[in-house]
């Protein structure tokens, strides 16, 4: 059984999506089905398909895939709170886009404006990427402060950008920035030790200076939304710190397409708080797989599938 009083809900980012992912949940349980219909009417096209047939360079186009995720995690957070009431984790967190699907599920905006809200982030986020085209990319096996001090070594010597995007766990970093400076990173790093310096498979540099060209209209659909202290409280990516408020969450929205995914010092916050357990609602198991290399004592669950969502219901009792 768990001490939801201990637990933390995981909502997966980009990167976790993939052909199928809710199908199962919306094949299975009127609820999760009707938020892919709402999010359909909403959104103006067959996102459900999608998430079910793809094909996948339509699910990986950056503004579709930040809806899909974000429906796919509402879906099934619907069905877990419907069949086990009782499921009232003490804390929620999501990975970058995951965040807004934490908020959604915490009630600091309806599951209409979060998905308005994703839509636009995804849409603003592709059009920054075709004005400013940017790279990214994971090295592993280097400490944040290596990967900060070749960031700022590499955007002197090219005159161009390269920021560290996400400090994912322990040995786990990810760069965001101009294609010849990651590029030129990635040769730094690899000098420096890295086990693996490599190029991930997106078009945009997400939190990156090279997202400012996403703010202004992303930030006018944020303040066009109503938002309320969210229950229960989210750690923010920017902080690593509890967001209680609306003012707290606006100003977060408003750094977080362009400041680094805080992630490590988001789990040992929640950690250090009392965290015992840590769900993952959503596609995949990317969050689960980080908080082992976080802290490997802590429990992990993932309800990614119905198969897992049933088999952690029989253990609930």
């Known amino acids: 059984m768990i001490d939801w009083n201990g637990c933390a809900a995981l909502f997966p980012g980009q990167g976790s999506q993939a052909i199928g ?116 990319a994971a090295i592993l096996a280097l400490d944040i402060a290596q990967v900060e001090t070749l960031c700022a070594e590499v955007s002197v010597e090219t005159g161009q950008v390269v920021v560290l995007a996400n400090d994912n766990c322990p040995g786990q970093a990810v760069v965001s920035g101009d294609i010849a400076a990651v590029d030129a990173l990635i040769e730094r790093a690899t000098a420096a030790g890295a086990r693996r310096a490599v190029k991930l498979a997106v078009s945009v540099a997400a939190h990156s200076p090279l997202m400012g060209a996403a703010l202004d209209g992303f930030l006018q659909v944020v303040q066009l939304t109503a938002i309320s202290p969210p229950t229960p409280p989210v750690i923010g990516n920017v902080a690593a710190r509890p967001l209680h408020s609306a003012a707290e969450i606006t100003s977060e929205l408003q750094q977080q397409l362009t400041q680094p995914v805080r992630w490590t010092a988001s789990m040992q916050a929640v950690i250090a708080a009392g965290a015992e357990t840590f769900v993952e609602i959503g596609a995949g198991s990317v969050l689960t797989g980080l908080m082992r290399r976080i802290d490997r004592s802590k429990r992990r669950i993932n309800l990614n599938t119905v198969e897992a969502l049933e088999a952690f219901l029989e253990s609930q009792g």
Not at 47 to 65: D, F, K, Q, V, Y
Not at 116 to 135: K, S, T, W
């Open 21 to 136: 992912m809710g199908a199962d949940f919306a094949r299975r349980f009127t609820i999760a089905r009707d938020a892919f219909e709402q999010a359909n009417d909403i959104l103006g096209y067959d996102l459900a398909r999608i998430c079910r047939e793809g094909p996948s360079a339509e699910l990986n186009n950056t503004a579709i895939t930040q809806p899909a995720l974000f429906v796919c995690s509402l879906a099934i957070w619907r069905v877990l709170k419907d069949l086990h009431p009782a499921a009232e984790p003490a804390w929620l967190a999501g990975h970058s886009l995951g965040e807004l699907s934490a908020l959604a599920a915490a009630d600091a905006f309806s599951f209409e404006d979060g998905l308005r809200l994703v839509d636009a982030r995804g849409r603003f986020m592709q059009a920054a990427g075709e004005i400013n085209p940017g790279a990214m």
